[in-house]
């Protein structure tokens, strides 16, 4: 069962707003259906009000604000009026006449309900602890605070305003026709009538609003998708690899389930390091062999899509895509292998406890090895070992071969994290002294007469920056793969966008930063340009920074200056090797790809936006906001 | 091939608890170096050989946590001579190390009066028991 995601709930609104319309064209149980609309621009407002990095008293002293925080908090103050206007309106029509709710108010009760639903989903991203601070609890909190997605909901919001406008003032008429005349009751149906005229004004102020910031920063195809996969933040259930063979769809599936609970145990493990004795020497050994072997089968199943490239219609990427991404994981495997090696000399005070990571781990590789292998029993083992599947069983067709580039892109991605999560926890664990060395692998002017000594500093910061590397070699395969997930069209290029998007962050409410989730940025070697890994250490490069410091926040042009920012350190780092090394011949193929590699990606055929714009036609920052077409709200005093 | 054998005579003419240990951490040091040569030698036995070169680790570690292993620096064993041949028979042959490892340790569990010392033989028991699984031609 695929997890819900926000775009069902609000695709579902939408048509219930839509239908508003078509049901009947005047509304005869005008008080019930007031109720419902009241309710439903309340939810909107609140809406806003999340999305808005300050209130609007706070916002009329401040200059840097981004077009779209400026357009969401006057539709968040129009609609907070519009609001007030409706629930006084409909406070007045409760008096006059009751009956059955009309066709109208059903839909909008049924908007109002999934609006709510969807708004509670965003809200699973995030947790107040102990002291009151709202804490990310998925890698998706920062999304959802990004331009993206906030041009994307705004945009949204301003549309259904604009739709429910005339329903407010079909509601101001209905009031006129159907309210009692004479005396008192005539002043109370008058102003039920001015309540939904002024309603209807200020949602229609609202999506002005809305437009304003789009004519300044227009909403990308990809804003709105990325807007609609926004999954709830709840772990899959687990889909144990079955006996029976299971199809290339069914792995693809289990493999990105395995993807995503890897992804939740990692993050609600990462703080134990420091204490835990569940968490130890043996469970970071095995996920490092997890990760290296995971690296290997998942090139293998690109190398096999490589060719099968050519043989399909209807696939939007080459062999040579292919094969330079299944490239980008030869050093993340030996980065991996590496961090494995390393753990041979070094334990905790306890060896081996398995973890709910492991099981995730152990699923996802069993998966990655049975799309590769051909036999639906496979393990490891070498008794299970079978020949390679040909590559159009791999990928019979291109949902299949889509399937394998997500695939492939959810296991990577899930590596990134252990990379980021087991690093901060190794140095978490050495600092707290719960690593030790054996004393046979010391010197013998150390005489210890305990069989393990604490582990020295050198060896920690050792396998230290051996986790930095491998999650710099795996961002590197992550970004590569991201790449051809946006051009393959993959089920998983939602978390290229969420990548490219989660730098991208609006202000946040009072000034303050939102909380980088539970997982602290991961401190690279200090060799390491710190523009080395953009994405994972929310350090953007040179190249990227000038892209932002130009406003722009298409994540597709990020990406890609993402892409040339890691390009550019990458020949440099190589440069460096070739320079130190003893003669060039020793590393032909790699000097190679040290020409080759930065050029090719610079001037690639990036995947674009339909609404994507060439960077000299994005609005640049020190471009002042319009005041949104001059709606300056404030709230009306009742 | 050859130190692989070597490595199994010393195991079997390994007289008590301290030289079955000492005789185990050699195998599993051998175990490590041959495995990690020849994981990259064929594309279908890389799992294998990562997981058991994993296992050899923890299960050498086990070892140096048993009372009775003689003490002093163990010099790092390195193969002598380059892992050449079939990687599959290189398999099958660490596989029977490997087993023959994992029954010895066993014994020496039994015969250990430390009980520190029997933990330690029967945890990297286990871990050879593994390596035999993950490298066995036939299903173990």
């Known amino acids: 069962m695929t997890p819900a995601v926000l775009g069902d709930f609000l695709a579902a609104a939408d048509e219930h707003i839509r239908a508003v319309h078509t049901v009947n064209p005047t509304v005869t149980g005008f008080a ?20 808005a990095p300050c209130d609007e008293v706070e916002a009329s002293g401040r200059s840097d604000l981004h077009a779209w925080e400026r357009a969401i908090i006057d539709a968040g103050a129009a609609l907070g009026i519009a609001g007030d206007c409706l629930r006084h309106g409909a406070e007045q029509a409760a008096r006059e006449q009751s009956g059955p709710a009309p066709g109208q108010a059903q839909h909008l009760a049924a908007a109002a309900r999934e609006l709510r639903v969807g708004r509670d989903l965003l809200h699973t991203h995030r947790a107040t602890d102990l002291a009151g601070l709202t804490r990310s609890r998925s890698e998706w909190a920062p999304v959802l605070t990004s331009l993206p997605v906030l041009r994307a909901l705004a945009n949204e919001i301003g549309r259904w305003s604009r739709q429910l406008a005339p329903f407010a003032a079909l509601l101001a008429s209905s009031g006129t026709w159907h309210g009692p005349s004479g005396g008192r009751d005539k002043d109370a149906s008058l102003t039920a009538h001015f309540d939904f005229m002024n309603a209807s004004q200020w949602l229609r102020a609202a999506g002005a609003a809305v437009r304003a910031a789009v004519d300044i920063d227009p909403v990308r195809t990809s804003d709105t998708e990325l807007l609609y996969a926004v999954p ?101 495997r ?69 399937a394998v580039v997500a695939a492939a892109h959810q296991a990577i991605d899930a590596l990134a994290l252990i990379a980021k999560v087991d690093g901060q926890a190794v140095e978490s664990a050495a600092t707290a002294g719960r690593l030790y060395v054996p004393t046979r692998s010391l ?50 290029k939602v978390l290229a966008l969420a990548r490219a998007a989660a730098p991208a962050q609006a202000h946040q409410r009072g000034g303050q930063n939102w909380p980088n989730g539970d997982i602290p940025p991961v401190r690279l070697p200090a060799r390491m340009p710190s523009w080395g890994s953009r994405t994972f250490t929310d350090r953007a490069g040179p190249v990227e920074q000038a892209i932002r410091d130009r406003g722009i926040s298409d994540p597709i042009i990020l990406l890609r200056a993402g892409a040339i920012d890691n390009a550019a350190w990458h020949l440099i780092t190589r440069a460096e090797n070739a320079a130190s090394a003893p003669s060039p011949s020793d590393t032909p193929t790699g000097q190679r790809h040290a020409d080759d590699t930065p050029a090719q990606l610079a001037a690639q055929s990036f995947p674009r936006d339909k609404v994507a714009r060439p960077s ?23 | 091939m050859d130190q692989i054998e070597q490595v199994q ?49 923890s299960g050498r570690n086990a070892i140096a946590f048993a009372p009775s292993m003689p003490a002093g620096y163990a010099e790092q064993l390195a193969v002598t001579a380059p892992v050449t041949g079939d990687v599959y028979e290189v398999a099958d042959a660490i596989a029977g190390l490997a087993s023959a490892l994992g029954a010895r340790l066993r014994e020496a569990a039994l015969l250990a009066a430390d009980a520190n010392d029997r933990t330690a033989c029967e945890d990297a028991a286990l871990d050879a028991e593994q390596i035999s699984a993950m490298l066995a031609k036939d299903e173990w």
């Open chain 1, 334 to 402: 030996a980065a991996w292998q590496q961090v494995d090696r390393l753990w041979d000399g070094m334990v905790t005070e306890r060896r081996l406890l398995s973890t709910p990571a492991m099981t995730d781990a152990s699923d996802l590789v069993l998966r990655l090895g049975r799309l590769v292998w051909d036999n639906p029993h496979w393990t490891p083992a070498h008794a299970q070992r079978a020949p390679r599947r040909s590559p159009p069983a791999i990928a019979p067709g291109a949902a299949d071969f889509r």
């Open chain 2, 9 to 57: 005579q010393h195991l079997h003419a390994a007289d008590g608890v301290p030289a079955v240990l000492s005789a185990s951490w050699e195998a599993f040091e051998l175990v490590q170096v041959v495995a990690a040569a020849c994981a990259d030698q064929a594309a279908d036995m890389y799992p294998g050989f990562t997981f058991a070169r994993g296992s050899a680790a």
């Open chain 1, 232 to 332: 709830v933040a709840m772990m899959p259930q687990r889909q144990r690899p079955r006996l029976v063979p299971e199809s290339v769809a069914d792995l693809c599936d289990g493999i990105t389930v395995s993807a995503s609970r890897l992804r939740g145990a990692m993050r609600d493990g990462g703080q134990r390091a420091w204490w835990s004795a569940s968490v130890t020497s043996g469970g970071w050994q095995w996920m490092a062999q997890a990760a290296a072997v995971a690296c290997h089968l998942s090139q293998l199943a690109l190398r096999s899509l490589a060719t099968r490239a050519s043989e399909l219609a209807d696939v939007p990427v080459s062999g040579s895509q292919l094969d330079e991404a299944a490239d980008s994981m030869t050093g993340m």
């Open chain 1, 32 to 51: 019930s259906a007031a109720q419902d609309l009241y309710r439903l621009v309340v939810v909107l407002s609140r809406y806003c009000g999340d999305l």
């Open chain 1, 443 to 492: 010197p013998e002017e150390y005489d210890i007469a305990r069989p393990y000594a604490p582990a020295p500093m050198t060896r920690c910061r050792v396998l230290h920056e051996a986790y930095g590397v491998a999650l710099d070699a795996t961002v590197i395969a992550a970004q590569a793969l991201d790449e051809l997930a946006l051009a393959a069209g993959a089920p998983s």
């Open chain 1, 616 to 638: 000299d036609q994005q609005p640049s920052r020190s471009a002042k906001p319009t005041p949104s077409s001059g709606i300056r709200v404030t709230r009306r005093l009742r």
